[in-house]
């Protein structure tokens, strides 16, 4: 697989990552821990080394998951995770500096690594200055124990805040074709500063893929049962945007998902989608979306014919919204 520079601060991973949250469910579901660490095990084989976890994935085993999974191949690979939504000890936390220092103990220590690669605050802390976050995150990189730092769902504003005070390596925020709200002041600040984009959630959690219509029921720990924009009503309207997929899929001889993920692709250089499965199936059909090449005609029918849909149902119970810093 091709590899981008994420940012400029000279990380290089894999055009593709993998979105590791749903593997540490799987887990927690039944005796699938052997199975689930084939799946990273298998990404690694198809060329996969950006792989993403996070402390309250579990909270906490998921960490574990996939510092075990690639033990075998930590010099290959780039691991990212976060913290500021849970401590230590899994209970909920914010983003202060004494809070940090041993939720970056407990990190390293389930990763099994000595340094994070790349560490992400999870959420913005409305209580915490970014500068002070950052400056925390600064002791940490002075003292070898992280190699980058990045924010997840950040303003634009916010960014360019903490990479005053340290130099951001990446921005992870949801970004597909159904929701673009990165484009309006993210992406722009971004491409500014030299700072890298990795989207998560880019095949809209799974709607994208063309798998999920009005009849799908979702289970009740499955967080889509929460969500507006996956109640029947919105997956009805919604299917346009599939249907959109379809099209250009069927003429390049590809699926929905991967046409998604080109689309992704080809919007920047340094945009590194991490699409998250628990499938080898879906791995692999994901990998191949890495090798879609869209022209610029492509492109150019995908987004005039999606400007004209529009999206039904937000993308998160209105709760769950109010704690993003877009």
């Not at 996070?54 to 976060?82: D, H």
């Not at 220590?109 to 409305?126: C, E, K, M, T």
């Not at 893929?209 to 799908?216: E, F, K, M, Q």
């Not at 003429?251 to 080109?262: C, K, N």
Request: glycine share 10%; net charge negative; charged share 25%.
């Amino acid at each position: 697989m091709d590899k981008r520079a994420l940012g400029t601060n000279g990380l290089e991973v894999s055009a593709l990552g993998l979105g590791c949250m749903g593997l540490g469910r799987k887990v927690a579901e039944g005796d699938l821990r052997d199975q689930m660490i084939g799946v990273i095990r298998r990404a690694v084989e198809l060329g996969v080394t950006f792989f993403d976890t996070a402390q309250v994935y579990g909270p906490l085993t998921n960490e574990e998951l996939v510092g075990e999974a690639l033990a075998p191949f930590r010099r290959q690979v780039v691991i990212a995770t976060k913290f500021g939504v849970v401590d230590a000890g899994g209970q909920p936390a914010g983003s202060r500096p004494d809070t940090i220092r041993p939720a970056t103990e407990g990190s390293l220590r389930r990763l099994g690594v000595d340094s994070i690669d790349l560490y992400y605050q999870h959420r913005v802390d409305p209580d915490v200055p970014i500068e002070e976050v950052a400056g925390a995150v600064k002791e940490l990189v002075d003292a070898g124990k992280v190699k980058h730092w990045g924010l997840s769902e950040a303003a634009a504003g916010t960014i360019r805040r903490a990479h005053a005070v340290l130099p951001v390596t990446a921005v992870q925020s949801e970004y597909s074709l159904w929701w673009k709200r990165p484009e309006e002041e993210v992406l722009p600040a971004l491409e500014e500063l030299g700072i890298g984009f990795v989207p998560y959630s880019p095949l809209g959690k799974g709607f994208l893929t063309g798998t999920i219509d009005a009849n799908v029921e979702f289970a009740d720990h499955d967080i889509r049962a929460s969500i507006p924009r996956f109640e029947a009503a919105a997956r009805t309207a919604n299917t346009a945007l599939v249907d959109l997929l379809r099209t250009v899929a069927d003429r390049l001889h590809a699926t929905p998902g991967q046409i998604a993920l080109g689309w992704l692709l080809a919007q920047r250089p340094w945009i590194v989608p991490i699409p998250g499965t628990t499938k080898i199936e879906r791995l692999e059909e994901n990998v191949g979306g890495a090798m879609v090449e869209l022209t610029a005609d492509d492109l150019r029918q995908i987004d005039q014919a999606a400007a004209d849909i529009a999206i039904v149902g937000a993308r998160y119970p209105e709760a769950h919204e109010r704690r993003t810093n877009l």
